[in-house]
């Protein structure tokens, strides 16, 4: 199934509860729950692969990077592509041909190469931001060399942003990002996790490339060092001596816009980064039926409940990397003991009967028992998607209900 096909089950269903919904609510509802929408319109239908300037000069590890983080050799099997022969933009693809980051070409940076194409290094980025700029920028430097001629990268790392600003009205955050850790002594310390003395100096070498960006860069977002050597055969990974990569992941999440959480979840293979992106999509599916389920609407919500509820779903199960389609949400409803055509649906159907029950304190508890039914399916589709683990356990959280959280 392409990935254009995967799509419409997230998206049908948004579009469907604005269309025939939304103008059903109280005004007071419909502000409400529209902003939990436009969340996951963001999170759905506005999804976009990353994009990032990766700055560094040669040998500071920019392709190792791209590779630790997608622990696959995206950066060195020729899967990347210019866009046009003057450089710009290049598009990283996996293994099913499928972009899954797009990268500012920056090389010369740092080096005084002003002759590449006939063009200065600051024309080829007017050009290249023409139509699009980074959501943030890398700065790499290598551990060995965070007191080589610093300013004078940062002073062109500078110039980068301003053309963006510019262009765009946008200053994309920076994060210094310090590698090749592993080359600092001891030099016989090589594996992490490292020893204490390797440590100390990689804390010290981190420090001085904070001072320098602090100094002339005040805005930085924030500093990591990094082991990200991986060593792969055949396409297959036969070495490991990444370190940080995970926490780089996840920091690098709080920088991206929300459009692109989806793909970043589902490219970095990250299960921290892919649960709290589900338990977001979780929180405003809860919010959301839990506000129409306590409408005095009865029987009529059934159908768009039901289908935010299967979005919900679907979306866990995107960020989790699994193909999407009817099978697989059926054999998660099933295996759960939940499905459209029996008990989810009796659920749902006793849930509205309440409001016809008790007409008045009937629409608080049918509300809350929507958003509890809804966050306890996020929390067996985490389970079963994300975490792979036992049909039972994820049966069991679906089972023991709670309200989602507030916060």
């Not at 780089?248 to 589902?266: N, V, Y």
């Not at 039972?392 to 023991?400: I, L, S, T």
Request: hydrophobic fraction near 40%.
């Amino acid at each position: 199934m392409h990935d254009d096909e995967q799509k419409e089950y997230l998206e049908e269903p948004l579009r469907l509860f604005r269309k025939k919904m939304i103008p059903k609510l109280p005004s007071n509802i419909q502000k409400r729950v529209i902003g939990e929408v436009e969340r996951l319109e963001e999170l759905f239908v506005d999804s976009r692969a990353p994009r990032f300037a990766i700055i560094g000069r040669r040998g500071a590890g920019k392709s190792t990077l791209v590779n630790a983080m997608f622990q696959a050799p995206v950066a060195e099997v020729g899967a990347v592509t210019a866009e046009t022969e003057r450089g710009g933009w290049h598009t990283y693809k996996n293994a099913s041909q499928q972009a899954i980051m797009e990268v500012l070409d920056t090389r010369g940076f740092g080096e005084g190469d002003e002759t590449r194409f006939n063009q200065t290094e600051e024309e080829v980025w007017q050009e290249a931001l023409a139509s699009r700029y980074p959501d943030a920028i890398l700065f790499l430097v290598k551990a060995k060399e965070v007191d080589a001629r610093v300013t004078e990268d940062i002073e062109q790392l500078k110039k980068l942003r301003k053309i963006i600003k510019k262009k765009h009205d946008y200053l994309p955050p920076v994060i210094g990002i310090v590698t090749q850790v592993d080359e600092l002594d001891p030099v016989y310390d090589t594996d992490p996790p490292f020893e204490k003395e390797k440590i100390a100096n990689i804390e010290h070498a981190s420090e001085h490339m904070k001072r320098m960006l602090k100094k002339h860069l005040p805005e930085v977002a924030g500093i990591l060092p990094v082991c990200a050597y991986i060593a792969f055969k055949d396409g297959e990974m036969v070495y490991d001596r990444r370190w940080k990569i995970d926490e780089l992941i996840d920091f690098l999440l709080e920088q991206l816009p929300g459009s692109t959480w989806m793909q970043w979840a589902r490219i970095t293979q990250a299960k921290t980064i892919q649960s709290r992106i589900a338990k977001t999509i979780g929180k405003s599916a809860s919010a959301i039926t839990g506000g129409v389920g306590a409408q005095p609407i009865p029987l009529a919500d059934l159908p768009v409940i039901t289908g935010i509820q299967m979005s919900m779903i679907a979306g866990v199960a995107y960020v989790s990397g699994r193909k999407l389609d009817r099978k697989s949400m059926a054999e998660f409803l099933g295996a759960i003991g939940a499905n459209v055509g029996t008990a989810f649906a009796f659920r749902q159907l006793a849930r509205s009967l309440s409001k016809i029950t008790f007409p008045v304190a009937g629409h608080a508890i049918s509300g809350t028992l929507a958003a509890t039914a809804t966050w306890g399916l996020c929390k067996a589709a985490i389970l079963y998607f994300i975490e792979k683990r036992p049909v039972h356990e994820a049966k069991e959280a679906y089972k023991n209900q709670s309200e989602p959280p507030t916060n």
